[in-house]
Nanobody, 127 residues
């Protein structure tokens, strides 16, 4: 089973940018659809973005459309979440995971279809 590791979080001012990375500590991400989720204090873990194995299909939560992009680099065995125009409401712990079951085109936002969760990386956006 693939286990993922997130990195790249930090403290940034509103309007700033961060790029999160998602790498496999064992195995490879290259054979899996990948999803990014986030969890703010007191909230459930919510879908942020997803990318297919080929990289040709991407999906975003409405709250981040036009500000976040998702990509992957097979050579580096890593997926990325580029976050621009950050807002205080983007503050959360961000997680990546592999899509494990179901049909990605319809189930990409369902947390239960993912596993291999990393420990998360904290993103804090100050106003």
């Amino acid at each position: 089973q693939v286990q993922l590791v997130e990195s790249g979080g930090g403290l940034v001012q509103a309007g700033g940018s961060l790029r999160l990375s998602c790498a496999a500590s064992g195995g490879t991400v290259n054979n899996h659809h990948i999803g990014w989720f986030r969890q703010a204090p007191g909230n459930e873990r919510d879908f942020v973005a997803g990318i297919s194995v080929s990289g040709t299909l991407t999906r975003f939560a409405d709250s981040v459309k036009g500000r976040f992009t998702i990509s992957r680099d097979g050579g580096k065995n890593t997926a990325y979440l580029q976050m621009n125009s950050l807002k205080p409401e983007d503050t959360a712990v961000y997680y990546c995971a592999v899509f494990w079951s179901g049909l990605f085109t319809s189930d990409y936002a369902r947390e239960g279809n993912y596993n291999g969760w990393g420990q998360g990386t904290q993103v804090t956006v100050s106003s």
